[in-house]
């Protein structure tokens, strides 16, 4: 079966950090292109930062530009989202994503294979 797990997430006070990880089951992650998502309380999903087979950026969100990071692990098959300075606009589900050719559109919601989706709460 090809799937994304995804591990950490919770409550992180502001000015925290936060690590999500997300593992491929079913295919390999090495140059698969990778979108971290988030959708907050009542908005639309959207992706905050995207990468190329090479991990490198092809898009970032200013809400989250020069704080946070996305990296892979190719023995272990997964990847990471590290983010640091949370404030509480940061609060909402996290989702990875991967896809072989990547989306038409940078970072928009064409890829293939989806995490379930992490609940990051930031708050006291």
């Known amino acids: 079966q090809l799937q994304l797990l995804e591990s950490g997430g919770g409550l992180v006070q502001p000015g925290g950090s936060l690590s999500l990880s997300c593992k491929a089951t079913?295919?390999?992650?090495?140059?698969?292109?990778i979108g971290w998502f988030r959708q907050a309380p009542g908005q639309e999903r959207e992706g905050i930062l995207c990468?190329?087979?090479?991990?490198?950026?092809?898009y970032v969100a200013e809400s989250v530009k020069g704080r946070s990071t996305v990296s892979r692990d190719i023995a272990e098959n997964m990847v990471y989202l590290n983010m640091r300075n949370l404030s509480r606009e940061d609060t909402g589900v996290y989702y990875c994503?991967?896809?072989?050719?990547?989306?038409?559109?940078?970072?928009?919601?064409?890829?293939?294979?989806w995490g379930q989706g992490s609940k990051v709460t930031v708050s006291e």
């Open positions: 994503a991967a896809d072989d050719l990547g989306p038409t559109r940078v970072c928009s919601d064409e890829y293939s294979y």
């Open positions: 079913g295919f390999f992650l090495e140059e698969y292109e």
């Open positions: 990468v190329d087979g090479r991990n490198e950026r092809k």
